[in-house]
């Protein structure tokens, strides 16, 4: 029987982490499925719209070998999500262990016999942390950027 799995994420301003998480979930399934949150998801759900579009997001992690298939996440409910995509493993990072939301979601997939596993968070980077950055330099004047 194959094993599919589902890791969801904004995947913006695309780093280590991400792939660490893409390729540990890979490692624990037949099949992966990389579900690209969208734009208008990204800012009803974090705040924050994407510094880069949904379209070269989905290329990007679509071209991983550690994805099998790259898909635009557009539903708020993950039960939606999984109702139109399929999936018997469920991805997540480990900050949602042990919260209202964490164990929210365990028992609606548990429901449907979705599996959730945990990855741990990376901590030393994250996609804030470079958003943050660059805003921090594109407030900087350029002669300072440039040295001069």
């Not at 390729?23 to 924050?48: N, P, Q």
């Not at 900050?95 to 449907?112: H, I, N, Q, S, Y």
């Amino acid at each position: 029987m194959t094993r599919i799995g589902y890791a969801a994420g904004a995947f913006d301003l695309f780093h280590v982490g991400h792939l660490n998480i893409l390729r540990m979930a890979k490692a624990r399934c037949d099949y992966l499925i990389a579900g690209v949150v969208s734009d208008e998801l990204c800012l009803s759900t974090k705040g924050v719209e994407p510094v880069v579009p949904l379209q070269e997001r989905l290329e990007i992690v679509g071209s991983l070998d550690c994805v099998d298939r790259a898909v635009a996440e557009t539903e708020p409910d993950r039960i939606d999500t999984w109702k139109q995509v399929g999936f018997d493993i469920f991805f997540k990072g480990d900050d949602w262990r042990g919260t209202p939301k964490g164990l929210e979601l365990e028992r609606r997939f548990a429901e449907v016999n979705v599996e959730v596993q945990y990855f741990p968070y990376t901590m030393h980077t994250s996609s804030t942390k470079l958003r943050e950055a660059l805003q921090a330099l594109s407030r900087r004047p350029m002669t300072e950027l440039s040295g001069t």
